[in-house]
């Protein structure tokens, strides 16, 4: 059983930064592709990014492409997103979820065996 705990989120302006880390334990983390969703109050949730077990590979959604960045260090456990240029409409809950589905990336919340609980993210503009 893995545990993924988030953390980073906060309060910040438009045009700010913000890293979000997720920390695994119980399980192998270089063995699962791991994804970030979010979800915006009164909204379902929604993909944000994913990356390969081994941080080759990545891949978006399109309102976050070129201002967000998904990577992992194996060595630590941990998962990472990189948010830069952040708008008011990124304010959400934003989850860390792994899989065990195998090589790959995957974008589909439906894929994904194991999810934290999440850690707010406030832009105000």
């Known amino acids: 059983q893995v545990q993924l705990v988030e953390s980073g989120g906060g309060l910040v302006q438009t045009g700010d930064s913000l890293r979000l880390s997720c920390l695994a334990s119980g399980g192998t983390f270089s063995s699962y592709a791991m994804g970030w969703f979010r979800q915006a109050p009164g909204k379902e949730r929604q993909f944000v990014a994913t990356v390969s077990w081994n941080d080759i590979s990545t891949y978006y959604e399109d309102s976050v492409k070129g201002r967000f960045t998904v990577s992992r260090d194996n060595a630590k456990n941990t998962l990472y997103l990189q948010m830069n240029s952040l708008k008011p409409e990124d304010t959400a809950l934003y989850y860390c979820?792994?899989?065990?589905?195998?090589?790959?990336?995957?974008?589909?919340?439906?894929?994904?065996?194991?999810w934290g609980q999440g850690t707010q993210v406030t832009v105000s503009s």
């Open positions: 979820a792994a899989t065990r589905r195998g090589p790959g990336i995957y974008s589909r919340e439906a894929y994904y065996d194991y």
